[in-house]
C-alpha cells in the first residue's frame, strides 16, 4: 500500500496550484520573479491603527510595502487580504500589478467600498514598490519622471479661539510653511479639527465630547479669515475643511461668506450623499473647491470631474485601491483643469504617505499635498518616512517607494486595546441627532 501523502500547509498547495492556473504574461523564456507570500503588519506606533501589507517574491531579498489603512475598521481588511487576496496573489509574477488589480476588483462580483479598496491597495502600492526596486528607480520615474523638485504641502493650524490659531499659522509661516489650513474650536461644541475638550485627545477620540452645533460653527467661519487675512497679509494661502458637517445650503452660505478671503480651498461642504448640491454651489461662490477623501466608487467622483464642479481632488489612496487607479484618476482630471491633493492624514501610514509624493512628484496637474509631520516613534518604526523641509515634502531617491519597515519596532506597539476596536464615537447634535463626523 502507497504511504500516505505528507499533509501539505494550504499556502504549500497553492504554491502547487496557482503558477500553473494563472496566465503568464511574463518574456518568453524568463523565469518571472513571484509572490511568494502577502503578510498583514499591524501596529500604531503613536496610537493610530496602520495597516500595512508585506508582499515577499522569490528573491530571498526582494519585499514590496502597501498601506491598507482603514483605521476604523482594520481588521476587517485584514480578512479581506488574507482569506480574498492573498491566495489570488501567491505565484504571480509580481509584475502583473495591473491584471491583479482587476482580477481582485472583480473578484467579489460586488465591489467598491473601503474595506475591499483598502485590502487592494495593501498589495497594489506593494507591487509598485518591487516594481521599482526590480527598475533601481523611484517609483515617480516609472510614471514618466519629475514635473517639480518636490512636493508643496499645507499643515493645520487650529485654536481655541482666533488669537490661538492665528498664533499657530504664524509659527508655521515661520517654519517655512506657505499652505496653512485654519480651524478653530466652536464654544461648547464638538467641533472638527481642533484638539478635544480636554485638548488632549482629538474631537472624535474625546469620551467627554460636547454635542455640536453646526450653525455657530457656520457663523464663526467667515469671521476667523476676516481675522487670519487681516493679521497675516496677503501671500498666505488658506485653507479650510467643512468636513460634511452642516447642511448643504450652510455649506453654500459659508462659501458664499469666506469669498473674500481668498481660500486656497474650501474642503468637503457636502457628504458624498449631496454630490448634487455641487451644481448649486457653483452657482453661488467661487472660492475653490477640494472634495473627495471619502469617496471609494468612481461614479461618485468622475461626473464632478468632467462637469468641472470641484477644483482639488482628495481622494484618499488606499480607499479608492492604491496606485494604479489614482494614477488613472490623476491623467483624468489632467482633462478637466481639476488638480490633485491627495488626503494625507495621521491615520494614512508612512507608506501612503510615500506613494502619494510619488504621484506628487509626476503629476502636471498636482496642487497641493495635505502633510502629516509623524512623530519620532512613527519615523522609526517606519524608516524613510518622507522629509519634510522649507514648507516641501522631498523624495530620498531610493528605489521602489524609498519607504521601509522595521518590524521588530513595530511589533513592539500593538493596536491600543480600545472597545469599539477604531471605530469613531458617534457625534451628536444638542438634541441627541447622530451627526456626519
Ligand atoms: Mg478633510
Redesign the pocket.
Known sequence: MAKKQAKTTKTEAIEQIIPDAWPKYAAAGKDPVRIRDVRVILTAPDGIRLVIVKIETSEPELYGLGCATFTQRPLAVVEAIEQYLKPMAIGRDVHDSEDLFQAGYLSSYWRSGPVLNNALSGLDMALWDIKGKLAGMPVYQLFGGKSRRAANVYVHASGRDFAEVEESAKAYWDEGYRYIRCQVAVPNSATYGVSGKSMQAAYHLDPQQDAWDPDAYARIVPRLFDHIRARMGDEVELLH?I?ERVPPITAIRIAKEVEPYRLFFL??PFAPEDNGYFPLLRQHSSVPIAMG?LYVNQAEYVDLVKDRLIDFM?VHLSDIGGLTPARKLAAFCEYFGVRTAW?GPGDASPVAHAANLQLDLNTPNFGIQEAYLPPDRTREVFPGTPEIRDGQMWSNEQPGLGIDLDEKRAAKYPYPDHALNGAWPPIRLKDGTVQRP
Open positions: 475643511d468636513h474642503e468637503d477623501e482628495r488626503h
